[in-house]
């Protein structure tokens, strides 16, 4: 199966032998990167026009209650240049009265092409649980592929589970956070969003455990639990006094992620034989720290 951009319009084309017979409605194509190192979010794509050679994502639908996308991935035609001429049928929405339509009914176009993604076939368990960026330098958002499928047309088809920390961790009402800690809590959370499915999960844990820190001293210290000396506290600590303020659900899930940050230190996995924080790791710390803040009431409702 293949599909095919017009370097002047932007109006796709697909077919099974070629990209010629226009996508009607047009459909929503992004270009994509398989994340397979964190260096992976520094060579982005750069837009089709100046780095054609990068995946394509054809969106076929999307779930936003279960925040799923489905659609067929596409790989640069080989042994073509971009963009490439040909013979395409006449798009209704370019020339619905078919006036431009030459020998066979068909017009020469200048098209980006691409065949069926088979190099995702060809991955460790055909790319399933492997993150795909969609869209570009300027703006990209993280997708675990969760199913792969080669279609009987010739296409491969995935279905992407979106990787979001909006989408865990709330918003802050930062009205219900006292003045004087306001600075803290909320460069904190940036860092977290910052790093999210962007960073290796060592790096998010630690980001989600410093952000833990930061909330739950400032919260002890603000409701009047604790004197200002609380602030200084690690994050073991915090959790137990959380614990004697009746704030069980809150200290248990700060306890694992300060298990989870010593996880990420050589010498504790040397010493203990523990193995370091994984993928899932980092997802469990996002949702403690989603989990305290509605706990705290701080969350916009």
Not at 215 to 232: C, F, I, M, P, Y
């Amino acid at each position: 199966m293949y599909l095919g951009i017009c370097n002047n319009t932007g109006l796709v084309y697909e077919g099974l032998s070629a990209a010629d017979i226009p996508s009607i409605p047009t459909p929503s194509v992004t270009q994509a990167k398989l994340i397979t190192a964190e260096g992976d979010w520094q060579d982005l794509p750069r837009g089709l026009t100046a780095d054609p050679s990068r995946w394509l994502f054809r969106e076929d639908s999307f779930d936003p209650v279960t925040r799923t996308r489905r659609g067929r991935l596409y790989e640069p035609q080989p042994g073509q240049g971009q963009p490439n001429q040909q013979r395409v049928g006449p798009h209704p929405y370019e020339d619905p009265m078919m006036r431009q339509v030459g020998a066979g009914g068909k017009v020469a176009k200048n098209l980006y092409t691409f065949s069926a993604c088979y190099q995702l076939l060809n991955m460790p368990d055909q790319g399933q649980g492997m993150t795909l960026a969609l869209g570009d330098a300027r703006a990209a958002s993280p997708w675990r592929i969760i199913q792969t499928e080669a279609l009987a047309n010739g296409s491969v088809m995935v279905t992407l589970k979106s990787l979001s920390a909006f989408a865990i961790v709330p918003a802050v009402d930062y009205a219900q956070v006292a003045p004087e800690h306001r600075s803290a809590v909320a460069e904190a959370i940036e860092r977290v969003l910052h790093s999210a499915f962007r960073e290796t999960p060592t790096s998010v844990v630690d980001h989600c455990r410093s952000a833990l820190t930061v909330l739950l001293s400032r919260w002890l210290v603000q409701s009047g639990h604790e004197k200002d000396d609380a602030l200084a506290l690690d994050l073991g600590p915090l959790a137990k006094r959380m614990e004697a303020n009746e704030m069980t659900c809150v200290a248990n899930a700060a306890q694992i992620v300060a298990r989870l940050h010593a996880r990420g230190k050589p010498n504790e996995q040397q010493a203990r034989g523990l193995r370091p924080p994984q993928g899932g790791d980092d997802e469990f710390a996002l949702e403690a720290l989603g989990l305290t803040i509605r706990e705290f009431g701080w969350a916009v409702v």
